[in-house]
């Protein structure tokens, strides 16, 4: 019946030039139509945005006057006015017709953040390394905005969405104040449109949520000081993200926005979207904990033009006839789609990676054929007109689609966090501005720091190489940047007689023991900032060159040290150059919340003693605290049993490396364009693609000899060890440190041999007697935590052709196990996003390194086989950290835990130069008392140019059942938190920051199941402003964001030790 309906429907198809898609998404919430049974016969007569029941075709400066117009009457409405009303987005709609399709032309451009070459040589159009164009023409962003933005003005029916503020911010503050006005006047009309409106078009599946978060706020503040809130997108635009997460979409929903259009999912579920009409659904992005969620529409071919309409690079055809059969071809193709979504607006993307750089082609062609099918249904006096897309798809779409609860994705195995150092100092550096006095803004560049160090970690996920290589020697600018800001807080807060302290030295290198001021200093202080809020232990590990240390504390107090002889691995790292030290001094270091401590590190003649080193002998072996116990398999050298001493518990535990090989992959058939270009053809691994050769298990790496895994134990005070050597390129060190709840497995794998070209994938693999049923547990960046079922997908029947990495899911945080029977949870956290999966009952495994010899012919065009620094190959070094408990007390363990994996202290290091080092504050807290133990101070950040107004963010991030009901909640009053500065007013914003959360009206969708999504972000105690002293309460999961003001603290610090 929908077929024979759609060919009566072949020329009325509705097209309204390259107006802003993503404006369909506004305000009007009244019309319950019934397209969700593809009931294209009942079209509503209610489909004009605005009151207007003239015919189609008024003039759009007659609308434009009558908007005035209304705007005026409008003025009488009680304010505050809903966000929806105030900016009146849908003003700026094309009409379009009842009765028939719509197709929406969305002219774009997708311009990577850094992918094959760095984001100043993709601005600027320069070569670099071996990229080359999908166009007839170099990539490059400015000469792309250069070419679009003067034809927007030739022509007020033209359109353009852009998406990465990282490009356009720089583009649009290069340009004369003439230009920049015009810009605005377009981006105020519509015709620019900002989708998205982060920095950059963040990778979802593999980034941590607090980058996504930072990097969406740098560019929706840059967007709110240049062209004003009702700029600001309400759409998720990710085309090009190689997986979708929830946690991603869900904070999508708490910035406000209205849907996400997604541009590539598993090739199965997208072939069943498109058969049973199910490419729009609404995604329930949180359904255990803030219940939200996220209306999405999957792109039916990707976000390329399809074949026949691009024209980068060659002008229009000014043939009749071309031009007839390139109309009817959009018709055709319109009709085909329209097949595959229950409403009739039909969504067809123009552009692709880095495209309009000759825009006036594009322009002319579109006008052209927009101009031809109208021509052409005129004469055939049918109802057509051609359009782009608009807002009525809401309209039509009210009643809904299907909750989706899964995680959707397809990723590369193995995604490295790029630069932890950069984040963690960033980080600290957002944090170091808050406990200057009222008033007083540090001068520092800011927007060089967050600039540089923020992308990097939510760059699109698709990398020509693995970024988790050792940093440079040398500091980037953003790191010096970063760095400059910590140091000048610490002459602000280290001392209160002298502004004339030594500066502060960081030390990039910790993690492979080269620091140069421990290694030659003889009294070195060292600062240690927790950023966290709640107080917390750290252990500090510095190379040394000697073995006598003695270290004090704050208030002098004396500090246990332990000497630990660095590894053989460590020591043929060649990042470490030719260093002299071979010990590490490592000690504990108490940290007040939101402050730091400063230790004293000196040389003494009464040194600790180096302990003596165990071999493995007859029996078991094993190292113990007094939380845990772990056994040593003395046949094989791996780990044999582990035990939570605490509640009695004990699991068999094996864990070892190995390594998968690689299918040979074949050869791309230049005819098959299966999901856009990629074809379907076998591939082998690479970049993209993870595909283990079929039929065959990964190799165990047992030890360099028969006799197994080489082993060493070391015991001390504070930790103790055990080493493991597994071959010549991959070791371990278990490490149990004194009151620890937890085992840290920290692993070096590197050089992978490149003998005979083989490809070899390194797993880590945990082997357990836990009945898990099939069933693991992976994080959603960072925060909430989805059930996966082995060789199943929730909406659909999976047809299982890679049971290895058909398996693999990104693991950005955590992965446990659950046995429900005996109570049992086993948690791994990682220290970056890394693939894992569970493909056998009992065992999980994640991936820690790979190289490849060959290409996996998705783009990058090269193999991931990096030669490192001596040429041999990349050493890659990483931790992973091992809780066992009861399956109720293991999140409060992980949680904490995972907290400070992610946002570790940062620690510095200043010579003594008396006298100005004689009298140091050696202890600091930013808060008068600690933050609930389940509230995590996500952010405080200046808000450019005040320096008295901050934006304040407190999470909750526990979920629900992960503590005991009279913990789950808590509240936090706003008004005396700090010690240095009162907070005087608190207004609540929406998560990014960029809305008050009051005035924020979101579209409602009619679901399948009968409910109705909510339409606003407040939460029970939200306000626009909040009252004193501002109580503030935190469910699970909760994330409320605020923008403060700050005066001078009102009654003196609470005893915080200064």
Request: some cysteine.
């Amino acid at each position: 019946m929908f077929r024979a309906r759609t060919k009566r429907l072949v020329c009325t198809i509705a097209v309204i030039t390259a107006i802003p898609f993503a404006l369909f998404f506004m305000d009007s919430l009244s019309l319950g139509l019934k397209f969700l049974k593809g009931d294209h016969s009942r079209l509503s007569p209610r489909v004009m945005i605005v009151d207007d029941d003239r015919p189609v075709g008024v003039d759009d400066t007659i609308l434009e006057e009558e908007n005035l117009e209304n705007e005026k009457a409008d003025s009488d409405v009680i304010e505050p006015e809903p966000l929806s009303v105030t900016c009146r987005n849908d003003r700026k709609c094309n009409p379009t017709r009842s009765g028939m399709f719509n197709v929406h032309i969305v002219p774009h451009s997708h311009n990577d953040v850094g992918w094959k070459k760095t984001a100043d040589q993709y601005y600027a159009g320069r070569g670099g390394g071996n990229a080359a164009s999908f166009y007839n023409g170099a990539e490059c962003s400015h000469c792309i905005l250069d070419s679009v933005i003067p034809q927007l003005l030739k022509n007020p029916t033209r359109r353009f969405i852009f998406a990465e503020m990282a490009f356009f911010s720089r583009w649009f503050n290069e340009q004369d104040l003439k230009t920049r006005r015009a810009v605005r006047g377009l981006v105020a009309q519509g015709r620019l449109q900002i989708v998205s409106g982060g920095w950059s078009m963040s990778d979802s599946a593999t980034t941590y949520y607090d980058d996504i978060i930072n990097q969406h706020t740098l560019g929706f503040q840059w967007i709110q000081k240049e062209f004003g809130e009702c700029a600001m997108s309400n759409i998720g635009w990710h085309i090009d993200q190689f997986g979708h997460s929830r946690e991603h979409s869900s904070l999508f929903a708490q910035m406000g926005f209205d849907a996400i259009f997604l541009g590539r999912i598993d090739f199965q579920d997208h072939t069943r979207r498109i058969k049973s009409r199910d490419m729009e659904t609404v995604w329930m992005t949180s359904p255990r904990n803030l219940g939200n969620s996220l209306f999405t529409s999957v792109l039916y071919d990707g976000y390329f033009s399809p074949a026949s309409l691009a024209w980068e690079g060659r002008p229009p055809s000014t043939s009749k006839r071309i031009q007839k059969i390139e109309a009817k071809t959009l018709i055709n193709l319109a009709v085909k789609w329209a097949e595959s979504y229950k409403s009739s607006h039909i969504l067809i993307p123009v552009g692709g990676d880095f495209a309009f750089r000759s825009a006036p082609n594009w322009y002319r062609a579109l006008d052209q054929l927009i101009a031809t099918v109208n021509a052409e249904q005129k004469v055939r006096q049918r109802r057509a007109r051609f359009v782009l897309h608009s807002q009525l798809l809401h309209q039509q779409r009210q009643q809904g689609g299907c909750k989706v609860q899964h995680h959707v994705r397809r990723l590369p195995p193995v995604l490295h966090h790029p630069q932890h150092l950069l984040d963690r100092l960033l980080h600290q550096q957002t944090r170091t501005q808050a406990p200057c006095e009222s008033g007083q803004q540090l001068t520092t560049d800011v927007q060089t720091a967050g600039c540089t160090c923020t992308p990097d970690s939510s760059k699109p996920g698709h990398r020509s190489v693995e970024e988790s290589r050792f940093p440079p020697a040398a500091p980037s600018r953003g790191e010096r940047a970063c760095q400059y800001v910590i140091s000048t807080a610490y002459r602000k807060l280290l001392t209160q007689k002298t502004k004339n302290l030594p500066t502060q030295h960081f030390c990039n290198h910790l993690n492979i023991s080269v620091c140069h001021i421990t290694e030659t200093a003889d009294k070195v202080f060292v600062t240690v900032f927790n950023p966290l809020g709640q107080p917390t232990s750290y252990w500090v590990r510095l190379p040394v060159t000697v073995h006598h240390f003695i270290i004090t504390g704050p208030k002098s107090q004396a500090t246990e040290a332990q000497i630990v002889p660095l590894t053989e691995s460590t020591l043929r790292i060649p990042e470490r150059g030719i260093k002299k030290p071979r010990v590490d001094v490592v000690f504990e270091a108490n940290l007040p919340p939101f402050g730091f401590a400063v230790y004293k590190l000196e040389t003494d003649d009464d040194a600790t003693l180096i302990p003596p080193q165990e071999e493995i002998g007859t029996g078991r072996y094993y190292i113990t605290n007094q939380y845990l116990s772990l056994t040593i398999d003395p046949r094989t050298g791996v780990p044999q049993t582990l035990r939570n001493k605490e509640i009695g518990v004990d699991i068999k535990l094996e864990q070892r490396y190995l390594y998968y090989l690689t299918s040979a992959g074949q050869a791309r058939d230049p005819n098959d364009r299966t999901g856009g270009f990629l074809g379907s053809h076998k591939r082998t691994s690479g970049a993209y693609a993870f595909v283990p050769k079929e039929f065959s298990r990964p190799v165990p790496l047992k030890g360099p000899s028969s006799r197994g895994v080489k082993v060493h134990a070391y015991k001390g005070p504070n930790v103790q060890e055990i080493r493991q050597e597994f071959s010549p390129w991959v070791s371990q060190v278990i490490r149990l440190y004194n009151g620890a709840p937890y085992l840290e497995l920290e692993w070096t794998v590197g050089p992978i041999p490149e003998n005979m070209q083989g490809t070899k994938e390194v797993i880590s693999r945990f082997t357990t007697d836990l009945n898990t049923n099939g069933m693991f547990y992976t994080d959603s960046n960072g925060r909430e935590t989805i059930l996966r079922r082995r060789d199943y997908r929730e909406t659909w029947s999976l047809n299982v052709t890679s049971p290895v990495s058909g398996n693999y899911y990104p693991v950005t945080a955590r992965m446990f196990l659950r046995d429900e029977e005996r109570n049992i949870q086993l948690t791994v956290l990682t220290d970056r996003c890394q693939g894992g999966s569970s493909l056998s009952d009992g065992q999980m495994e994640l991936m820690v390194h790979r190289r490849t010899f060959r290409d996996d012919d998705l783009g990058v065009e090269e193999p991931l086989n990096e030669r490192g620094e001596d040429g041999r190959g990349l050493v890659l070094r990483g931790k992973h950290y091992v809780f066992l408990n009861t399956i109720a007390k293991a999140a409060r363990e992980y949680r904490a835990l995972g907290l400070q994996v992610h946002h570790p202290p940062t620690v510095s290091f200043m010579q003594p130069d008396p006298p100005t080092t004689n009298h140091l504050v050696t202890s600091f807290s930013g808060l008068r008392n600690p933050l609930p133990f389940n509230v995590h101070l996500l952010t405080l950040d200046q808000t450019p140019g005040d320096p008295d107004t901050l934006i304040l963010r407190l999470e909750n991030f526990l979920e629900v059942g992960e503590a005991d009901e009279d913990e789950e909640e808590a509240t936090v009053t706003l008004q005396y938190l700090f010690s240095r500065f009162d907070i005087t007013t608190v207004r609540e914003l929406s998560l990014g920051a960029d809305h008050n959360i009051t005035r924020v009206r979101r579209l409602q969708w009619n679901t399948t199941d009968g409910t109705t999504t909510s339409g606003t972000l407040e939460y029970a105690d939200s306000r626009d402003v909040h009252s004193p002293p501002f109580p503030i309460l935190l469910r699970p999961m909760e994330i409320r964001t605020f923008r403060v003001t700050t005066g001078p603290a009102t009654e003196p610090p609470s005893d915080n030790g200064v």
